[in-house]
Each structure stands twice: as C-alpha cells, then as structure tokens.
C-alpha cells in the first residue's frame, strides 16, 4: 500500500478550499513482468508491483512521495513530467540537473504542492532507466474543471512500447561505434494500458473522460477507436476548445483527454487501436506487430472484433488545437534562443545528438546547485559548462525558441517547468525557420511536448516566470542519452534567496561522492574555471562523414566493417578536426541504405479509418 493518507485526500474531493496532502510510500524495486505475453523479464517497479500506481491528487494538494531506492544496483530519481514545480525547482527530478541521482538504500523526499489540473505522469530522470518500467501516469483532478457535469466517468489509458531488453544492454548497443547511423533499438511490442488485448467495460450512452498517456521511450503513437469519435478536451495540461477527432497521435511524453460519447445499442463491441508510428524504426524486424489493440466492450456475450486494416493516417492536427482559456500569443520575444539539432559522430564512432554545436555532458554538480552556489556568477552561462547547452534567462523575459531540425526524424520536444506556445510548426522538409514573413495564429495551441517533423522547425514561446534550472530536450530516451538536451537556467538570482535544500537532498550528494556546490566541474573557489568538467568524445578527423559513408554503402550487419574503418581512420593522424555544422551533409539516410519501403502514409486524409457501416450517429 503505497497510499497513506486516503482520508485527507478523500476530504480534498469536498472542494478546492481543503488542500489535502497525499502522502506515498515508494520502494523502487527490481520485479518480472511480461505484459506482450512473450518474455519474462526484469522490471522496476514499486512495492512489489508493476504497473506502478497512478498518482492522484486535486489541485491544491500536496504530494509527498518518499522514494526510496531499493534497487541495489542502479540509482534513480523521479521526474513529475508537466508539473510546473513553481518555487520547488529541486522537486523536478532530473539527476545531475536539480538533484544528485539518489543512490540504491538511500531515500529522497519529493515534497510539492499542485497548482495545476490535468493528465501528466511521472518517471525515472536517470540512467535513461524509464523504460525498464519506472514510469506511471498523474493524474490531477479538478473539481473546477469546464467539462464537469459534461462526463459521467474518468478513465486513464497508457501508451507504450515495450522492449525485450533491460536499458543497461540496450544503451551500449547503441551508442557505440558498431552502430554509426545512430539506429534506435526497435521496441519488440505495442502496449496500452500496459497489457495487450486491454478491455474496456462500457454501459450505453454515457460519456467518459479518458486520459490518454503515451508513457513509451520511443515509439509515438497513432490511437483510434473504430466507430467513435473523440472529443479533445485537454493536452498535456491545457484545456481546449472541444475537439472533433477519429484518430489522434501521441508522442513519447504526449497526452491527451478526450470524452467519449458510447453508442444507445449493445449490438457489438469495438477494437481500440494503437499503432507505432514505423517511420521512427530505422529497421523493420520480420516479426515486429507494430500494433496493439483493446476494446470497448458493449456486451461481454458479444465477440471481440479483429480491427479493422487502415492503411493511411490521418491523426488531428494538435497545433488547431485552441486553448480553452483563449490565451493569446505572448508579445515580440526579447530572447530569441535557436537550437539546430543534428546527429553525427564522434571520435569514438558512436553516433550522438546536438544542439547547435554542442551534445550534452551531464555537469559534475547539478545545474542548480551551482545556480545556488555561485553568488552573482549565477547569471554567467559559463559556470555551467561547456557541454550543457545552458542558457540564463532573465526574470519575464518572453523567450522565443526557435527549433530547427535538421535531422531526418520526427523529435518530439519536451520544456521542464512550463508549456509552451506553438506559435508555428513546419511541414517536412521545410528547411531551416526563415524568420520574417511567417504568420502567426492569434490564440496558439499550447503544451509542454510538441513533435517537430523531419528537416522542418517550430517556433516556441514562454514568458520567463518560473524560476529555476529547466531542461529542454527530446523525449526520446535514446536521443537523451546520445545528447540531445539543453539547460534553461531561469532567474537563477531569485533562486538563490527562495529555495532551501533539505538535508536529505544534500545527503544524496554525499552518498554519492558528488559535490552540491561549484561550478560544472565542480570548483568553487574559482567558478570561471572549467578544467576537469565532463566533456563528450572529441570530434571527427576533419572531412570524416562514417555516418553517411557506412550508410550508404551498408546495411545493418556491418559491425564488423564499421570497426575496421573505425581502427583505420583512429589510427591516422591529420589536420585538426571540423565542427559538425561544417560537415557534409548526411550522404543517406540508413533508411535508403536498408531499402526499407514505408509502411504506411502519414499525411493523407483517410475515410478509411473505419469501416463505414458500422459507424453509428449518437
Ligand atoms: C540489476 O539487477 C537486476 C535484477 O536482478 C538485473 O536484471 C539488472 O540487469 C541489474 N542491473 C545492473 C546495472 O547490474
Ligand atoms: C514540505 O515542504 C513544505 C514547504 O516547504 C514544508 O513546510 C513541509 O514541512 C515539508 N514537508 C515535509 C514532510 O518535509
Ligand atoms: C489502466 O491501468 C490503470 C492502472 O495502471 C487503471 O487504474 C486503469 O483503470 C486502467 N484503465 C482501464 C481503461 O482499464
Ligand atoms: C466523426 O467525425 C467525422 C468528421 O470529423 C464524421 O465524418 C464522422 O461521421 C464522425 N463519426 C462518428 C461516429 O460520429
Ligand atoms: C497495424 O495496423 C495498421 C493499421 O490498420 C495496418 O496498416 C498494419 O498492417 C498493421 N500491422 C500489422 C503487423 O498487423
Ligand atoms: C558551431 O561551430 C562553428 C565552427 O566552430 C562556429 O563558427 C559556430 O559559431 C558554432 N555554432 C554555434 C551555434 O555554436
Ligand atoms: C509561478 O508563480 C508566479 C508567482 O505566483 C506566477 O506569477 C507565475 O505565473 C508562475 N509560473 C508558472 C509557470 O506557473
Ligand atoms: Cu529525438
């Protein structure tokens, strides 16, 4: 029973005014699990169990989780993905940017209060462990919400993908220099609810909240349910306008609430379906079903239909989406922040992320405590090193992010401690943002992920009104681990005088053999002095491209190739190397190499989402 304080939580749901505190108990722990029904395998789960429960509060509340590592032999930490943790930035979770990782015995108090409602889910911050099982949704009710009395009943709904592996043998598979093109591990199945086959009771003619939370590593997914439509309510946090929807698409990290209206008849029972969107795979296994499938069951006598074969996409497109409180587009930025992503190789072969120039070293001190350690330096970006993309951001400023992908993968961004407004999102292959000229919706849609598609851009705003050390990155877990992330470090002079650390949080340090003050390497005599930070592999000989040569020559099996060429060219020596921008670009993508053909269209409208007939009106 992780759940200690039913009582006080109960007397919460009389209303706003009696803020409850909803206490747990979580013991991280290693379990078997085998929710595809294949593989039993090693899980982290929480008192015994997995799934791991969901945490419920209203707003108002406090939470109080008392996470202890009980995993012996890797450490963790826990992140509240969505919550804004306004004045309790070393609540956030990430390790090594707001907390030391907390280390196996020890336990860490995470002691927050709830300002906002809405669907959100939490997971490990460390070891890129989240899919290994430690992730589970959040669930913030809200006795104010504008849809009340519009919903008879809430459901929740995971999305994931799930692996065959443990993390700690997948990470080393990819990033090394046998895999140059960077190719992801491709999930071995599709999980909803954290199961296969999933069923959902239903009773006639009423509607339901359902909360749906893609709470994968990697693989974004298409949802739908035949014969019904969904009303979008709400993503990642923000009401919207209601609406109309047969298919939605979430990303890792992604939510979305929708009501959904049942049928007046029990004549049959309806597949729900998930689908991993493929393009993301740079290999297709033979054996890979990239689909999985519940359903609303209308009448337990009646069979379980097979789903229906859809062979074009066609999801909603969330940047229509308008936010219920009809926020209008902040004003012109006075900080414009671009981050061009690019993947490529380093010295040691193995393929990584960047932003701009830059792939992210986690710093020997974590982000904040050199923000609260560092006296008026705080505002210098340098303290924080050289490899963490770390941008200092003044109190109200309104920040303009301006996204370039320049990779030829979908990335869906994620912003610790706010939403943000998607003021303009690309197509494909539009290029890089080409600044004036683009028009900008009145009332932009906002959350706090957002996919960015292949060799196109989006264009960001928040207002700086959070203070704290934040983390912008791809959602990806493979792209965090390959680097992909950057540090806003926001007001970091008002910090210093609102947030006191507790004992255990500094004790997690310790435990660890980390140090709590200094700069990115940990000096706190002189904070302008780097030497000895984490820094990433150097760069590539100059006029190097193994990414683009062993792609385009190769296909997957190229290990043993990929390490002579790595031997032959480690061996020479030459003329100092470029920088990736200057690089050429990618020769082929592994996809061309591989001679993969799409599975499926992504763009096109489809009616064929449904078979027609059985399509009943409410
Ligand atoms: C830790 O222990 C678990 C459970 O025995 C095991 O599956 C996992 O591989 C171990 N992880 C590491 C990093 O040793
Ligand atoms: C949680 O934080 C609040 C506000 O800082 C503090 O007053 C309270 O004592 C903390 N609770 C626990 C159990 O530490
Ligand atoms: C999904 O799982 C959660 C627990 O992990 C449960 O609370 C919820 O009711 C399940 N949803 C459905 C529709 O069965
Ligand atoms: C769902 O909405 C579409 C238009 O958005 C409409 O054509 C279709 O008939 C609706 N289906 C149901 C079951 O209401
Ligand atoms: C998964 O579902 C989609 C959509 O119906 C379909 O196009 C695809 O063939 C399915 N894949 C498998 C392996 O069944
Ligand atoms: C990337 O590196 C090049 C070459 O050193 C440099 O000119 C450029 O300013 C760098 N770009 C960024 C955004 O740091
Ligand atoms: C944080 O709190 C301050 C002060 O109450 C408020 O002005 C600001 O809007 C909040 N920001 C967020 C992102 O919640
Ligand atoms: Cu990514």
Known sequence: MGRLSHVLAGLSLLGPALAATVAYDFNIEWVRANPDGAFERPTIGINGKWPIETIEANVGDTILINAHNGL????TSLHFHGLFMNGTNHMDGPSMVTQCPIQPGDSFLYNFTITQPGTYWYHSHSEGQYPDGLRGP????????????????????TLSDWYHDE???????????????????????????????LKVPVELEKTYLVRLINIGGFAGQYFWIEGHNMSIVEVDGVYTKPAEAEMVYLSAAQRVSFLLTTKGSNQANFPIVASM????????????DWNVTGWLVYDEAKDLPKPAFVDEYAPYDDVELVPYDEMEILPEPNRI????????????????????????????????????????????????GSYTNSFVLEKGDIVQIVLNNLDSGRHPFHLHGHDFQVIYRSADEAGLFPGPGVEYPKIPMRRDTVVVYPEGYVVLRFKADNPGVWLFHCHIEWHVTSGLIATFIEDPLTLQSTIELPKNHLDACLSGDIPSKGNAAGNSKDFLDLRGENAPPPPLPAGFTFQGIVAFLFSSAMGIFGIWVVGSYGMRTGPKPKKSAEREPLLATPDAANGRTEPNGREEPADAATDEDSLLRR
Request: hydrophobic content about 35%; proline content about 9%; aromatic content about 10%.
């Open 138 to 157: 959040l669930v913030i009710h809200d006795p104010e919400s504008p849809f009340k009395g519009q919903y008879d009943e809430e459901l929740v709904v």
């Open 337 to 384: 922040v671009e981050l061009n992503v690019v993947m490529d190789n380093l010295h040691d072969g193995a393929n990584y992320a960047f932003f701009n120039n830059i792939t992210y070293k986690a710093p020997k001190v974590p982000a904040l405590y050199t923000a609260l350690t560092s006296g008026d330096k705080a505002t210098n970006p340098y303290v924080y």
């Open 277 to 288: 969107d493929t393009t993301l795979f740079d290999v297709m296994p033979d054996d890979l």
């Open 167 to 197: 993390m700690r043998v997948l990470i080393p598979e990819f990033l090394r220099k046998g895999n140059p093109t960077g190719a992801e591990p491709v999930p071995q199945a599709a999980l909803m609810n954290d199961t296969q086959n």
């Open 72 to 75: 012996g032999n890797q450490t």
